[in-house]
């Protein structure tokens, strides 16, 4: 466990802290994140909001706070919230992904978050869902490990595994494995995939290897589970990286939930006394949640009995039943396992219940995902003290009182939604208001799309009419707002079921109201000014006061200069020399600079701005000129973690010959020497 304020406890922490970025982590590049149920307005105002820095507040500035935020999450290469199926719904931006995960043998329960700055992987494994109640309300527990470059971690002891973010890569494979493009390239699947890459790319340069970790006095493992023939279960690889000969004597357990209901002899129990030594004396000590019933001395203790009977019989085993501590009467929602000898000690926190599902134990295995750190505590006692801190507190059961056991409720249901059909692979959204609904073997019958106000958009008659094919595209009838889902409904169906909408490429979505047709004037205020986007549109929208401008009220405009192009280009001399200081800053994602390249205040709408202007040709020949003269001049910056000057080099002259065909017809005797000029400047000449 990190430690950020050190006035807290230690081995405590505020788990949004972790999403902030360090001085040091570089740009925003991307991220993947895991739930099992989800808030995706929380997500994308808390959780989000944190990672890209944003900092205009949602409540205050509704207006600003959506510029800022879409103009951040453009940026990103990836932004990827992977949910289960049966809780991935809710409204929101697409210009990030929600894929609903369906595993055919259990649920998809793993709480990870992988984020990834230009200068820092972070990875973040917790019991937490991605909740307003996981992250503020309930006790939970998370692990974090950071790989940076090695210039900025020289030190083994500064730099995570290798192993573990490998194994976690991998596994955020294997939950989109099936999963099709929805009919469109690029996709999120492939955004996805290529993040994955980079990120498995960066963990190798980044982190240490395992022989370098055992040198340390403390190491860490992944366990995950799910499907058997991948992921032997959380006991056999407790077991397998277990570092002393014999097996550990104590072990603690804490988890909400134990056992499961079906289950009377209880197998995680009788696994877990697998892993203790075989002789001598041994303990298992569970952490439960109790109640007292009121005006009555019986505690309930929210835990299976068979707890206790699920033992071997030798008499130097033991089982103790103890009560947790609230802390401040949060809701119990962490996991953990402690395993203890003389000097070893492990402990693994996530996402597992120790339930059979939760601990990969057939026949239903869910998708989890654990830290286990291992501790020499003779040779790093004081990490030991850390994660012992960390360790929740518990207290004696009053052995006076009558004891009622009860097991809690395991709700796994989706609500007021139903479940959606297998048969609704997915739902893309393309250019020019097309939806395009991939659909994959026989839906139920009777089905219906439907927009969020209920509105029909598609059903199964016009499908059957059209041959019942894989892929239909369907119109969307607004075109002042985009769907976040679609309602599926069909006969017997109670409620509707969401599908969600993610988009082919972030490039394809409108840009907000507000940036859209610029005009050459407000792009050079945008461009020169020191604000950030979304304060400086606010001062040159109409509504404001000219006084309030970056640039000085310009007296020019109210007389005609097209005939003074030298003094007309001195006014935009300055915001080209920004353009070009702003393309030579080193840029984390080639979404960076395609947003600087082609985005609403960017290179080409600089052009654009220039092409409608009512101005003679020769000008904005002269201005077209200058551009494509500033972007010569362009030398990129070598950053690590940074796409490569070679890159953009080849981007940038990719959108010079785009404006070397956008030079305009001109007329040498209007204005003596443009034809030498332009000669000058774009080599060869197009000047006709």
């Known amino acids: 466990m990190k430690e950020k304020n ?49 900092g205009t507040d949602v409540n205050e500035n ?61 990875l973040i494994i917790a019991s937490a869902n991605l909740t307003e109640d996981g992250y503020r309300r309930n006790q939970e527990i998370f692990g974090v490990l950071d790989y940076k470059p090695p210039s900025l971690a020289p030190s083994e002891d500064d730099r995570a595994p290798s192993s573990v973010l490998n194994g976690i890569v991998e596994f955020l494979g294997s939950a989109t494995q099936g999963m099709k493009n929805g009919g469109a390239k690029p996709s999120p699947i492939g955004r996805m995939r290529d993040f994955l890459s980079d990120v498995q790319k960066k963990g190798k340069e980044w982190g240490i290897t395992d022989e370098q970790q055992a040198r340390r006095g403390i190491r860490v493992y992944a366990v995950l589970t799910g499907p058997q023939s991948k992921y032997p279960s959380a006991f056999d690889q407790l077991m397998k990286i277990w570092p002393a000969q014999n097996p550990p ?27 203790l030594r075989k002789r001598g004396t041994a303990k298992v000590i569970y952490l439960v949640d109790t109640e007292k019933k009121p005006n009555d001395d019986t505690i309930i203790i929210h835990a299976p009995e068979s707890l206790t009977t699920a033992k071997p019989s030798r008499q130097s085993t033991s089982v103790e039943m103890r009560q947790l501590k609230k802390d401040n009467n949060r809701s119990l929602h962490a996991k953990g396992l402690w395993l ?52 929740p507190e518990s207290e004696n059961i009053d052995k006076n009182l009558k004891y009622e056991y009860k097991i809690p409720l395991i709700i796994n249901g989706t609500g007021d939604s139903a479940l959606l059909p297998k048969a609704f692979v997915a739902a893309t959204w393309e250019k020019e ?25 598609y059903d199964e008659k016009e499908w059957n009419a059209q041959g019942c094919p894989d892929q239909v595209t369907v119109t969307w009838p607004d075109e002042n707002t985009l769907p976040s889902g679609l309602k599926i409904i069909w006969e017997n169906s109670n409620f509707p079921a969401w599908l969600p909408v993610n988009v082919s490429s972030p490039s394809d979505l409108r840009p907000p109201d ?34 309030k401008r970056d640039v000085p009220y310009d007296t020019l405009k109210q007389v005609d200069t097209s005939g003074f192009i030298l003094q007309r280009v001195r006014r935009v001399s300055n915001a080209l020399e920004c353009l070009r200081k702003r393309l030579e800053e080193p840029m984390a994602t080639k979404q960076t600079l395609e947003w600087r390249l082609y985005g609403p205040v960017s290179v080409m709408a600089l052009a654009n701005a220039i092409d409608k202007e009512e101005r003679a040709n020769e000008e904005k020949a002269f201005l077209l000129a200058e551009l494509i003269l500033t972007l010569r001049r362009v030398k990129p910056s070598v950053d690590d973690g940074c796409i490569p000057p070679k890159y953009v080099k080849t981007e940038l002259l990719t959108v ?5 065909e956008r030079i305009p017809e001109v007329d040498n005797s209007r204005i003596s020497g443009i034809h030498d000029y332009l000669k000058a400047v774009l080599k060869p000449t197009i000047v006709r």
Not at 97 to 103: E, F, G, Q, S, T
Not at 249 to 255: E, G, H
Not at 516 to 525: H, V
Request: hydrophobic share 40%; glycine share 6%; charged share 25%.
């Open 6 to 54: 050190e006035k807290r406890k230690a081995g405590y922490g505020k788990l949004l802290d972790y999403w902030e970025p360090p001085e040091d982590a570089g740009e925003p590049v991307g991220i993947i994140a895991t739930s099992f149920t989800f808030q995706s307005d929380f997500f994308e105002n808390a959780c989000l909001a944190r990672f890209l820095c944003i």
């Open 62 to 122: 509704p207006a600003g706070y959506l510029l800022e935020r879409e103009e951040r999450l453009q940026n990103l290469s990836c932004a990827i919230a992977l949910v289960d199926q049966h809780h991935c719904r809710g409204m929101r931006t697409l210009r990030w992904d929600l894929l609903p995960v369906r595993p055919s043998y259990g649920l998809l329960h793993a709480k990870i978050s992988l984020l990834y700055w230009s200068k820092l992987i972070r």
């Open 249 to 275: 004597i104590i072990a603690k357990v804490l988890s909400p939930f134990f056992g499961d209901s079906s289950d009377e002899s209880n197998n995680p129990a009788y696994n877990l006394w697998d892993l």
């Open 340 to 391: 203890e000898d003389e000097r070893w000690i492990s402990y693994m926190i996530g996402s597992s219940n120790f339930t059979g599902a939760g601990m990969g134990l057939p026949p239903r295995q869910n998708m989890e995902a654990n830290l286990v750190y291992i501790i020499d505590h003779s040779k790093n006692l004081k990490a030991y003290r850390t994660l012992s801190s960390s360790f």
């Open 433 to 457: 208001d097309i939806i395009t609904l991939q659909i994959s073997g026989k839906p139920p019958a009777g089905w219906v799309v439907m927009s969020v106000d209920d509105r029909r958009l």
């Open 514 to 547: 507000k940036l859209s047709n610029l005009s050459l004037e407000d792009l050079i205020s945008i461009i020169i000014s020191w604000r950030p986007l979304h304060e400086i549109i606010d001062i040159i929208s109409k509504d404001a006061p000219v006084a």
């Open 656 to 660: 010079m010959d785009a404006l070397m």
